[in-house]
């Protein structure tokens, strides 16, 4: 045995102990439509943001668009295994930050990607970028190498246009945040006469 031998060794021995279970993979098979949505990835440090993007949807700075929250992860143009494949390859090592909870986001295909974008009004933060809990799949967590599916996920999701208030609550839960409105505003229809919400 050369000396060269043992570290290659080594190398495939911890690839094989970082790889994800297939388990996980079958999970995700079961779960995703592929054929009808493109997956985002949005990675966070904790899983209590993980959790609670499920129950809240992502918020953010009011001029983020999806490009700056998330990551494209498949494309219509690999099979379902191939798409899965890069998911899982994509979780292990998040390139921001590491991120060990991967939330993912299922955008039907025909929607443009920012139109999933909305505009909320916070009483406490002002002004955010939002995308809602409705186009949340659910959340890998790496280190478990677990799949936490969201159930208010909808499959057939559409965009909201014009500006959403959020009524603020003590606790934050389901029924706080399914209390919303839609403001009508002067700009909505100006909104609604073009292909994206910016």
Known sequence: MSEFSLPAQEFEQKKQEKSLKPELSTQLEKTLSLADHVIWGHGTLSEL??????????????NYD??????????????DAENIDYILQQVQDWPHKNAKYVVLLAI?????????VERTLDEKKGERSSIPMRFIVGYIDVDKQTFIKNP???????????????????LLDRSAIQKTQVIQTETQSVIEGTDDIW
């Open 49 to 62: 943001s993980a959790s609670s993007i499920l129950d809240q949807g992502i918020s953010g700075n009011p």
């Open 66 to 79: 999806l490009f700056n929250i998330a990551t494209p992860l498949t494309s219509n143009e690999k099979s």
């Open 108 to 116: 039907p295909y025909g929607i443009k990607p920012n139109n999933v």
């Open 152 to 170: 208010l996920f909808i499959s057939n999701a559409e965009p909201t246009r014009g500006l959403i208030q959020q009524k603020s609550s003590p």
